[in-house]
């Protein structure tokens, strides 16, 4: 089975073309104001109309108010929505989108209840825990936590880097990896939302070998 691949946090246009160019199945767009990743609306639209065909344009959200996702749907052509907060199922489906849903993983049974529970989306994320943090951490947790049985897609998230990426689809063989951080610039000057080009490179060459 083929691993896809989601380049997330994507605040350019330049960049979201370099990640299709590179082979990414899809790329995320944040409206989520603490995320120094974070977008206003005119700046995803300009980023999501530079997206190819068949490359998918994913919208992350955390807690939102319904009125907020309208208000992004009515002028960001998205595709998918993911729902990175607390958000009960009901609401995740109500906006005539297909949705994933992401759990922040302490225990296995985190992703046993968030599959019965969110039973409607079209994939579920597991990212690592963190209790102030709703994702982006830059952290992984341990992979042999997600079950082998997998009544949804799973989207491996959580401390995913050209380095490692390999590894992580050929240990747990998810449907999907989702990176952010991972695939930013490093070092102590580096600033959180640009992405390096040559890291996203190095990233899906990583995904495309072992597929």
Excluded at 39 to 66: K, T, W, Y
Excluded at 120 to 139: E, Q, W
Aim: net charge neutral; hydrophobic share 45%; aromatic share 8%.
């Amino acid at each position: 089975m083929k691993t896809r691949a989601k380049i997330c946090g994507v605040t350019t246009p330049e960049h979201a073309l370099a990640a299709s160019k590179a082979g990414a199945d899809a790329i995320g767009l944040v409206f989520y104001d603490p995320s120094p990743r974070s977008l206003d609306i005119a700046r995803a639209a300009e980023i999501a109309c530079r997206v190819p065909a068949f490359v998918s344009v994913v919208g992350l959200f955390v807690n939102p108010e319904a009125s907020w996702v309208r208000e992004v749907l009515a002028r960001v052509p998205l595709d998918l929505l993911q729902f990175h907060g607390d958000e009960e199922a009901a609401f995740c489906g109500q906006f005539g989108r297909r949705w994933i849903k992401a759990v922040r993983v302490r225990r296995r049974e985190d992703i046993e209840a968030a599959f019965r529970t969110y039973h409607n989306a079209s994939g579920l994320l597991v990212d690592a825990y963190d209790p102030n943090l709703f994702g982006g951490t830059g952290n992984g947790f341990d992979w042999a936590l997600i079950p082998e049985q997998r009544p949804l897609p799973v989207i491996l998230a959580g401390g995913l880097t050209p380095a490692n990426v390999g590894r992580a689809i050929e240990q747990v063989r998810p449907w999907a990896v989702d990176v952010s951080g991972g695939v930013e610039h490093e070092g102590p000057l580096a600033t959180k939302g640009i992405k390096d080009v040559s890291r996203i490179n190095e990233f899906m060459r990583e995904v495309q070998r072992v597929n």
